[in-house]
């Protein structure tokens, strides 16, 4: 257990400058006027020994700011003390602006204890009972409450009827148990699923009875046995073949053949009646024979001049499929085009003549013109530049008519002033310069013109043609134009020359028409022959009509080709049906299999279910015992225990209030403890909250005895109290019971006691109250107070126990 031995307070709060007070001792009384430093002294115990000051952070947050003395700029705290197993312990604590560093002396559960059952500040006295009712808007227990569960130690209950909350309603077990709930609700689910599996396995078995009916038609009209269907996979293989399929592709490929011979016989039949044979041979013949004469005549000499034209031209060669007018025509282009290009270029030639002449004149001129310029540009240069320089120099400097360069009076050359005179020539020589400037752009342009004509000069000479050239030239065009001559007048016999190969043409192929319309009539009736072999109709008859026979061929075709195409589709639909009935057959069985397979779910879902409610029935009894128990030991505790320590240290201090304050009993077995304050009056009547029924003295009074009862209602875990001046708005009579009562703590419980007082006079009345009362008893004083200087300074003194030797005597 641990003991404390001394405090060292430097520069903290209210205290200035350090001081050490000595706590070893079962009684330690303080005592200074307001702003001394007595609670300053104990917060700093608290601070050493927890880390830190709950009775200043109710006030404000922000109070280790206010830690350290206005005039100093950081604090220490330094407190010892000894534990009975480990020794001596001791503890630093440095206080900064904003910082609190150091390793508080208690354990966290000890220094938790300290803080709630052993220290009672002054500031808290007054507000005790408020501060231990209050709770935050979570419904969170007050620190009354807590207090009472420790004391009780509810927590395992407490525990345990929270843990088994919501076995009281399964729809708690939605987000706690979501799998019970989720049984809970899949059985019934998984029983309408059955349901409907059920049904519609009912309404399979009705559909399968349709098709199989269907199936019964369609083998029927195939010729095939309804029995059959007993085994489906074999049903499906024999229909799988079409027979069918060959036939109809027969007669199909018969009625496309029937159709193609139909219109060949149709265009043979209009190309034989259009024209007798014989008119065509004749004139095939008149048409040869004009043709020939026309080539031993007129033909020959467009052949000739043909090959004139292309003697000229190497690259042209005449079409013998265009025939001897489009020949002519195109000879005539390209002799034309030939024709225009010569004429061009030989007139291009005589332009350029002339105009060599021209530009040599410019030529000249410009030479001779830029040369003019080129001494107009020198005189202009000599005259003037330096010398308008020189001359403006030399101007302010003269003042009379002498010259100051040789010295002459210049009247004797002119009646004018000298000063005016070198001013009229240096004007004169600024004039000479602008013109300078402008003869200089005028012989850049006069060079530009004469560099253009040369650079055209060249160009006309590159391409001029030398006079063997423009000979053969000229001979080439006298040529042309004869040729081109010559064209023009074979025109027209070109023209009809062209008309009798067409129309030689023409009858040529009328004939050979004729001669292929003859064999193809033989190649049908052939071919119409062929189409009966193999069928069961007559064969085509030798006088019988090509359109009688083909519509007889295409009749029957169609209706062969209706039939298969009936059985072929019958066969298609059975064989969709079995298919039908095949699924339907597999549905049935995979849904018979669900349904199992739910059903054995259901069964273990609900032996589930049925062992999960059994638990809850038991979690159910298990909260309603713990709540029961609860409650035993809350009415026992609080009637036998608390209330009754309670009552007796109020009483003992204030015997003539006739409302004692108490803790309510709990009237709702199934809820939550709560510790809630009443009063008791004397003769057994209820009354309110104590704060509503005390009056201000006996409400200090109650909440200083709250303190001691809870503290002395556990375990001493730290055997200390410690107080701030507890006797506000008490009386003589509450200050003696007050006296007697520590005394008691003391002497009796072996609490050790810090007690701080603000009046002197009870400081002294304590201080007789609580001197020592055996030889191993001892009491400390302590008086602080402040120097010349506004440091603290504390007055210890130890008091021991002394033989009463008067009495004794």
């Not at 009916?213 to 007993?230: C, G, S």
């Not at 064989?575 to 299999?593: C, P, Q």
């Not at 059903?599 to 049925?610: M, Q």
């Not at 003992?652 to 209030?657: F, Q, S, Y």
Request: proline residues 4%.
């Amino acid at each position: 257990m641990t003991q404390l031995s001394t405090i060292t307070v430097t520069d903290f709060r209210s205290i200035r400058g350090s001081v050490t007070i000595p706590l070893d001792a079962p009684v330690v009384l303080i005592h200074g006027q307001n702003g001394s430093g007595k609670t300053s002294l104990l917060s700093a115990i608290e601070l050493g020994l927890t880390g830190h000051v709950p009775s200043l952070a109710r006030a404000d947050r922000d109070y280790i700011s206010h830690l350290v003395h206005k005039f100093a700029s950081n604090g220490r705290i330094v407190l010892e003390g000894t534990q009975i197993r480990e020794g001596r312990l001791r503890t630093q604590i440095d206080v900064a602006k904003h910082e609190v560093s150091g390793d508080a002396l208690l354990s966290p559960i000890a220094a938790r204890f300290y803080s709630e059952r052993c220290f009672l500040a002054q500031a808290t006295l007054s507000r005790l009972l408020e501060l231990y009712e209050d709770k935050d808007t979570r419904k969170s227990d007050s620190p009354l409450t807590k207090f009472v569960k420790d004391l009780l130690g509810l927590d395992h209950l407490d525990a345990l009827i929270d843990g088994l909350y919501d076995a009281g309603d399964v729809r708690r077990f939605r987000s706690t148990v979501p799998l019970y709930w989720e049984t809970r609700e899949n059985i019934p689910a998984l029983q309408k699923e059955v349901d409907r599996h059920q049904k519609e396995i009912t309404e399979i078995v009705g559909m399968e009875a349709d098709v199989a009916k269907r199936v019964a038609e369609r083998l029927k009209a195939l010729d095939l046995e309804p029995a059959l269907t007993d085994d489906l996979p074999a049903l499906l293989t024999h229909l799988a073949g079409s027979p069918e399929e060959s036939q109809l592709q027969r007669f199909a490929g018969l009625r496309r053949e029937i159709v193609v011979v139909r219109q060949q016989w149709r265009s043979t039949q209009s190309v034989a009646s259009v024209q007798p044979r014989t008119a065509a041979e004749q004139q095939n013949a008149a048409a040869a024979s004009a043709l020939a004469v026309w080539r031993t005549s007129t033909g020959k000499v467009i052949e000739y001049t043909l090959a004139d034209t292309m003697s000229l031209f190497p690259d042209m060669s005449p079409s013998a499929s265009a025939g001897p007018q489009d020949n002519v025509t195109a000879a005539m282009q390209r002799v034309a085009a030939e024709l225009n290009r010569c004429s061009t270029l030989l007139s291009r030639a005589v332009d350029d003549d002339k105009r060599l002449e021209s530009i040599d004149r410019d030529i000249e001129g410009a030479k001779k013109q830029a040369a003019e310029l080129e001494k107009q540009v020198l005189a202009q240069i000599a005259g003037a530049g330096q010398l308008a320089k020189a001359l403006s120099d030399v101007l302010p400097h003269i003042h009379t008519d002498d010259c100051p360069v040789c010295g002459r009076d210049f009247r004797e050359v002119s009646e004018a002033p000298l000063r005016v005179h070198v001013s009229a020539q240096i004007t004169a020589l600024n004039e000479g310069a602008v013109r300078l400037q402008a003869l200089s752009q005028e012989r850049a342009t006069v060079a530009g013109r004469q560099a253009v004509a040369e650079r055209e000069r060249g160009v006309i000479v590159s391409r001029k043609l030398q006079p063997d050239a423009r000979n053969a030239l000229k001979a080439r065009e006298t040529r042309l134009k004869e040729l081109n001559q010559t064209l023009a007048g074979l025109e027209n016999a070109a023209a009809e020359g062209q008309r009798l190969m067409t129309a030689a043409a023409t009858a040529s192929r009328n004939l050979t028409e004729l001669h292929a319309a003859d064999q193809r009539i033989t190649n049908i009736r052939e071919t119409v022959t062929s189409f009966a072999h193999g069928l069961p109709v007559e064969p085509l008859g030798s006088g019988e009509a090509l359109d009688a026979a083909l519509d007889r061929l295409e009749s029957f075709s169609n209706v062969q080709e209706r039939a298969l195409a009936r059985r072929q589709s019958a066969r298609r639909e059975a064989t969709a049906d079995v298919k039908e009935l095949a699924t339907l057959k597999t549905r049935r069985t995979s849904i018979e299999k669900s349904v199992e397979e739910i059903t054995e779910r259901i069964a273990k879902l609900s032996g589930r279910k049925d062992a999960a409610d059994l638990i809850i029935a038991d979690a159910r009894e298990l909260a309603k015992r713990a709540r029961d128990a609860r409650t035993d030991i809350v009415r026992r505790v609080f009637n036998d225990e608390l209330n009754a320590m309670w009552r007796d240290l109020f009483v003992r201090l204030a015997p003539e209030e006739p409302f004692v304050p108490a803790f309510a009993l709990p009237q709702n077995s199934n809820g939550p403890v709560e510790a809630i304050l009443e009063t008791h009056h004397r003769s057994g009547e209820k009354g309110g909250n104590p704060r509503a029924m005390l009056s201000s003295g006996n409400l200090n009074t109650a909440a200083l005895t709250l303190f001691l009862a809870l503290h002395l209602s556990v375990a001493p875990t730290l055997p200390w109290l410690v107080i701030d001046d507890p006797v506000q708005s008490m009386d003589e009579v509450h200050i003696a019971q007050f006296a007697a009562l520590l005394r008691t703590l003391s002497k009796v419980h072996k609490r050790k006691v810090i007690i701080a007082v603000h009046e002197k006079p009870l400081f002294d009345y304590l201080a007789l109250e609580l001197s020592p009362a055996f030889p191993t008893d001892k009491l400390i004083t302590v008086e602080l107070s402040r120097t010349a200087t506004g440091n603290t300074k504390a007055n210890c003194q130890s008091h021991f126990w002394h033989t009463d030797t008067a009495i004794a005597a």
